[in-house]
């Protein structure tokens, strides 16, 4: 299969800007990261995009802005690694999720495809959720089939846990796949299975910023000097979430974080943080076997209080996926160019174990230039 030169777009849950990744693929095996630069949302943006989730009320006009920042991304990254957008083959465009509710065979990332190809002269692919939510899956996650290309070679099981604002584990195996190999192209056969594991760094962004802490736990340092409250743990681990079977996917605001409400800024933090390690601690079970080695990716990973106590539950070695060469910002981003790729073969996104899809799916909306 000849390389395609793509772009991946990524507007994560956290709302902390666009990631955005230049690579060359084939969509199957082979993966060359080219270039990446993350574009951070000004704090008008992220409130903007705060009044729209829930899907509820107008979004056309910061549907608008969102992509107009994107076809901005686009043209700095372009910038950097001094390519012309005539190279770039094709975008593969996530949107920003608004709304998450499978179960009600809904999903919503805003974006514009059509006015992203208008502006960038490159042909995009979006909407990647929609189609594996309409056939009953979850539509979430879809970066694990990325995760097991690049995954060849290493030790298994693996898990690979993202923690963007909501967190997500890959784990892989060594066994066959159950579906017959579809989605498996020549990449070995190694098992996967997906899903959220909890939350990520949402609740303690949230928190932290409401405390007036900052955006964020800068390096989990306010974690560092609190104590957890059993209690307040103990009622946020009472979500019926974690006792399903995988896989399931989560809405950013699907916890409440209530029962750390009469906290100082510190407990809270440490609570929380350890409500994100104790979720992850959590997956194993539902596991075909625990993972001999945790790599981690997302922002989350620059949290050491958080990256200590996963350490301490999980009982394996936990490093950042810089540890194998991979780029944890950019992740995500890739991606859903490599995605993109995929989706213009035909090739599955998500698999039954991925997403609960019934059967491999492929999806996203393809916006080809204007003749
Ligand atoms: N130095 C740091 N210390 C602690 N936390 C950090 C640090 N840098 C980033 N973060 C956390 O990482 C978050 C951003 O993570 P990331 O970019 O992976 O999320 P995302 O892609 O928006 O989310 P998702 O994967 O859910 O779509 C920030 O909101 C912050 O909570
Ligand atoms: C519905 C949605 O946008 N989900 C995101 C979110 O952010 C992390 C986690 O929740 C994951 O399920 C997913 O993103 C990654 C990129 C994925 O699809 O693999």
Not at 169 to 198: F, K, L, R, Y
Not at 261 to 267: F, K, T, V
Not at 327 to 345: I, K, T
Request: with cysteine; aromatic share 6%; proline share 6%.
């Amino acid at each position: 299969m000849p390389l395609k030169t793509v772009i991946g777009l990524m507007s994560g849950t956290s709302m902390d800007g666009i990631d955005a990744a230049l690579l060359r693929t084939d969509g199957i095996a082979r993966v060359e990261p080219l270039a990446f630069l993350t574009i951070p949302y000004d704090d008008a943006f992220r409130a903007a995009l705060r009044g729209c989730l829930g899907g509820i009320g107008p979004v056309e006009a910061v549907e608008r802005a969102l992509t107009d920042a994107h076809a901005d991304a686009v043209a700095r990254l372009l910038a950097q690694a001094g390519v012309a957008a005539s190279a770039v083959d094709l975008i593969g465009f996530h949107g920003h999720t608004i709304h998450h509710a499978p179960d009600h065979r809904r999903t919503w990332q805003i974006g514009d495809g059509a006015r992203l190809a208008a502006a960038t002269g490159i042909a995009v692919v979006n909407d990647f959720r929609s189609a594996d939510v309409a056939a009953g899956g979850q539509g979430a996650p879809l970066v694990p089939l990325f995760h097991r290309a690049l995954a060849d070679g290493l030790p298994r099981p693996l898990a690979v846990l993202n923690i963007g604002g909501v967190a997500n584990v890959t784990w892989i195996g060594d066994g066959g796949i159950g579906d017959g190999g579809i989605g498996n192209e020549g990449i070995g056969s190694h098992q996967v299975i997906a899903c959220d594991t909890g939350p990520g760094n949402a609740l303690i962004d949230d928190w932290v910023l409401r405390h007036g802490g900052g955006r964020y736990d800068a390096d989990g340092a306010l974690a560092a000097a609190g104590a957890v409250n059993a209690d307040a743990l103990a009622a946020l681990l009472a979500h019926p979430y974690f006792a399903l079977p995988t896989p399931k996917s989560l809405d950013r605001d699907a916890f409440d974080p209530a029962p750390v409400a009469g906290l100082s800024l510190a407990d809270g933090a440490a609570t929380l943080t350890a409500f994100t390690a104790e979720s992850v601690a959590r997956i194993v079970p539902h596991l075909p076997a625990a993972p001999v080695r945790w790599l981690v990716c997302g922002g989350g990973r620059r949290n050491a209080t958080l990256m200590a106590m996963l350490a301490d539950r999980l009982g394996v070695p936990v490093a950042a996926v810089e540890s194998v060469g991979w780029d944890g910002d950019a992740l995500e981003a890739q991606a859903f160019g490599y995605l993109a790729v995929r989706s213009r073969l035909g090739l599955p996104l998500s698999e039954p174990a991925t997403t609960g899809v019934p059967v491999p799916m492929t999806g996203g909306r393809f916006h080809p230039l204007a003749a």
